[in-house]
């Protein structure tokens, strides 16, 4: 396969004039979605001093034993989880033109207050109380420091219990896709994402519906939880067609699954075939790949890598996968291809992470027109 590699902004410059016409006639979407199934309220801690990773890290270990400090600021709570960010970024994507419905741990038996305010006209179904995770955010990269205790209850027959077996399956019976996140911290995701596929093939005979997966740092998972991913990738893309969208570190994990060895290889290139390997070696329709500087698809009949609008200094940077996942779902249905779809997803990110807000087509748009001219910076 030959692939495409857009990893200079002159090869990108041609085709934006014809993206942002696209985007710039997206009013709204017909499609109806089911998302799910996680929760948890965020709390973020911005280090000042010191600001990065690379200084903390040294600095713990030399404290082993003994004790250090370190100056931050606390800036408050927000809604988080993967799923809940990604529903609300991707709903923002089409001004809330579009019907998304979220099944998950937003709190039970009455919906938290936070995730009221934050969906907005997303349809919620909660069976479960939401996580906690506080956000420890460097110049550098992030820490999430997690409490997944009450996770372990958000199970397939929980969720049956509580929403009720015949109001899901109408769920799934008006859904035209769905997207299944945060699998490393849901311990019995891999139960509920295949039971979930399989509905979705009994209540859409003859057709392979859409399932998004995002796993979510699999490293915190034992060898033997990341041992199902194989058989569940396999069972699941049987009955749908499969997208799954990983970072850099975990797209190294599962290549590895396969036999193949990508570590250390961060070029576009790199990249690019990481994505086309997991695609053939997996069974899974389509591999996406996303390092903080640009992301890759590989899809059967085309593997483009694509650069793109990189931050040095993020305002944010908690919930730039999500926000990134959230254009690469946009781009689905939208029929975009591989080019203009890995556009869509840094462009949504790369928004995000410069604001701390989510992005609306219209929105992109204006960032890619500042793009275009040399003059995007690290605040919009």
Not at 132 to 150: H, I, P, Q, W, Y
Not at 181 to 197: D, K, P
Not at 285 to 310: F, L, M, Q
Request: charged residues 20%; aromatic residues 10%; contains cysteine.
């Amino acid at each position: 396969m030959e692939y495409q590699i857009y990893n200079d902004f002159k090869q990108i410059q041609p085709n934006l004039a014809d993206f942002c016409n696209k985007l710039n006639k997206v009013n709204s979407s017909s499609k109806v979605g089911l998302m799910g199934y996680d929760g948890f309220i965020d709390t973020f801690i911005r280090f000042v001093n010191p600001s990065s990773m690379a200084e903390f890290g040294p600095k713990v270990t030399k404290a082993a034993g003994i004790a250090t400090s370190a100056e931050v600021i606390r800036q408050g709570e927000k809604y988080g989880g993967n799923g809940p960010l990604m529903t609300v970024a991707l709903n923002k994507l089409f001004s809330g033109n579009i019907t998304l419905n979220y099944v998950g741990a937003l709190g039970y038996p009455n919906i938290n207050n936070i995730f009221k305010e934050a969906f907005g006209n997303i349809n919620m179904y909660s069976f479960d109380n939401p996580a906690t995770t506080d956000c420890f955010e460097f110049s550098d990269g992030k820490l999430l420091a997690s409490d997944m205790s009450n996770c372990a209850t958000v199970t397939w027959d929980n969720m049956l219990n509580i929403i009720g077996e015949d109001a899901l399956r109408k769920l799934v019976k008006s859904s035209h896709f769905t997207a299944a996140l945060n699998w490393s911290r849901i311990i019995h995701a891999t139960e509920l994402w295949t039971n979930m596929a399989t509905m979705y093939a009994q209540e859409h005979a003859g057709q392979k519906m859409l399932f998004y997966m995002d796993l979510a740092e699999i490293d915190i998972r034992s060898s033997e939880d990341r041992a199902l991913l194989a058989p569940m990738f396999t069972n699941i893309s049987n009955v749908c067609h499969s997208v799954i969208s990983l970072n850099l570190k975990e797209a190294w994990q599962i290549a590895d699954i396969y036999g193949g060895n990508f570590y250390d290889k961060r070029e576009a290139l790199n990249v690019a075939e990481c994505a086309n390997y997991i695609r053939k070696n997996s069974g899974i329709a389509e591999v996406i790949i996303h390092p903080n500087d640009g992301a890759a698809i590989s899809r059967e009949n085309e593997t483009v890598y694509v650069k793109g609008p990189y931050c040095q200094n993020p305002l944010i940077s908690t919930g730039a996968g999500d926000h990134f996942g959230s254009g690469a779902m946009a781009a689905q249905l939208l029929d975009l291809d591989g080019f203009e779809s890995m556009l869509l997803g840094v462009c949504t990110s790369g928004y995000f992470v410069r604001t701390g807000v989510s992005p609306s087509f219209q929105q992109i748009v204006k960032m890619l027109e500042l793009w275009n001219q040399g003059l995007l910076g690290e605040r919009l």
